[in-house]
């Protein structure tokens, strides 16, 4: 499976973006696709997760509430909808894909990468 992210950019803080995830190859209903970010001298964390198959989600705490993800099976792309945006929000987004444990686990399909850049 290969995964290719677009749509970031430069906002304001309380703007809105939206950014998407394509696949090219087969997601098992199994699988669990997210969305993961990292910041200059930070580590990677997780943002959402999606199981392909029942549509249930994941969110971490930092972005319940303001964040939806969605899928659409037959386009093959997760979405990340990010709202009232906070600068502490900026990073590069990687989609990912999972296709054995579950949505907090090891993922192991990724994509390059997009920038959002959240201003004050």
């Known amino acids: 499976v290969q995964l290719q992210a677009s749509g970031g950019g430069l906002v304001q803080a309380g703007d809105s973006l939206r950014i998407s995830c394509g696949a090219s190859?087969?997601?098992?209903?199994?699988?669990?696709m997210g969305w993961f970010r990292q910041a200059p001298g930070k580590e990677r964390e997780f943002v959402a997760a999606?199981?392909?198959?029942?549509?249930?989600?994941y969110y971490a705490d930092s972005v319940k509430g303001r964040f939806t993800i969605s899928r659409d099976g037959y386009k093959n792309t997760v979405d990340l909808q990010m709202n009232s945006l906070k600068t502490e929000d900026t990073a590069v987004y990687y989609c990912?894909?999972?296709?054995?444990?579950?949505?907090?686990?090891?993922?192991?399909?990724w994509g390059q990468g997009t920038q959002v850049t959240v201003s004050s």
């Open positions: 990912a894909a999972n296709s054995i444990s579950g949505p907090f686990g090891d993922y192991d399909y």
């Open positions: 190859g087969d997601i098992f209903s199994s699988w669990h």
């Open positions: 999606i199981r392909w198959r029942s549509n249930k989600k």
